[in-house]
């Protein structure tokens, strides 16, 4: 989004284009392709690893993601399980996400990563 030209902006408001009308019929569809490609990839990259994880690991190597799904019982779902299995899940990757944002922007930004 920050590759979106401010002149674009301050060209919709001398038009007389307010600030919901800019957003949604000259903003949107010119990130619209990567909003696509955001979509598609975190698809991809959730729901393949968790159907790899299932079906191509053995019984005790299998990773949290997969280890999640089988926490129903016939008594319900052991929630406590889920919420430290879900809080194990998510810190690694926001440490990592945290350190290296203004890298993974910057190459976004030029067309690589």
């Known amino acids: 989004m920050s590759g979106v030209p401010k002149e674009l902006d301050e ?10 009308r800019f957003f949604v019929r000259i903003f949107i569809p010119t990130i619209a392709a990567g909003i696509g490609v955001v ?8 729901w393949v690893e968790l159907l790899l994880a ?5 019984v005790d190597a299998k990773p949290i993601a997969a280890t999640m ?12 399980l889920l919420a430290a299995a879900g809080t ?24 690589r990563v």
């Open 11 to 20: 060209t919709a408001y001398v038009d007389g284009y307010s600030f919901w």
């Open 39 to 46: 979509m598609f990839f975190t698809f991809m990259f959730s």
């Open 54 to 58: 299932k079906t191509l690991t053995a």
């Open 69 to 80: 799904t089988r926490t129903a019982s016939t008594s319900g779902y052991e929630l406590g």
């Open 88 to 111: 194990l899940t998510i810190i690694p990757g926001a440490f990592v996400i945290y350190f290296v944002r203004h890298h993974i922007a910057k190459g976004f930004a030029l067309g």
